[in-house]
């Protein structure tokens, strides 16, 4: 088993799609309006959907809007260089909710945008999680 992919609703899918793709850096994968449903499907990611997880994009057409509620936590995204990522998606009118920095009571450094519907994207600066494999490499460069 593997997660194939998150659905987030959005109330305009033109300006969610710019945001993911044009901002992020995803592709947009498949598209399809389901006029029975009244609905459309927009699938973005980083590489086909046979090896990655992607984004399910969901516009119900004449809806413009959503509760996001309590619930909802974020996505997060690796990336190489969280610094001039921030910068990038500013540049290209995003909108950056946390600078990159330390996360409280860690050492990940990480980042958070928001996109168009307001749903948060956390940003991780790849090697810096807390994960048993970076806490091995740091144990033994500390040994040298």
């Known amino acids: 088993m593997r997660i194939l992919h998150t659905m987030l609703r959005v109330g305009n899918l ?52 959503y509760d996001l509620g309590n619930g909802y936590g974020h996505i997060a995204l690796g990336v190489d260089d969280i610094y001039e990522t921030c910068e990038k998606i500013k540049v290209l009118g995003g909108k950056v909710t946390r600078e990159p920095g330390p996360m409280k009571h860690g050492s990940t450094v990480i980042a958070f945008v928001e996109d168009p519907n307001g749903y948060k994207i956390e940003l991780i600066q790849l090697g810096t999680q807390g994960s048993v494999r970076q806490e091995e490499k740091e144990a033994q460069i500390a040994s040298k």
């Open 14 to 65: 033109e300006e969610s799609l710019k945001f993911y793709c044009d901002i992020l850096g995803m592709k947009l994968l498949r598209q399809k309006d389901y006029p029975g449903g009244k609905f459309t499907l927009a699938f973005v990611g980083y590489g086909d959907e046979a090896d990655h997880t992607v984004i399910e994009l969901t516009y119900n057409w004449g809806v413009e809007r």
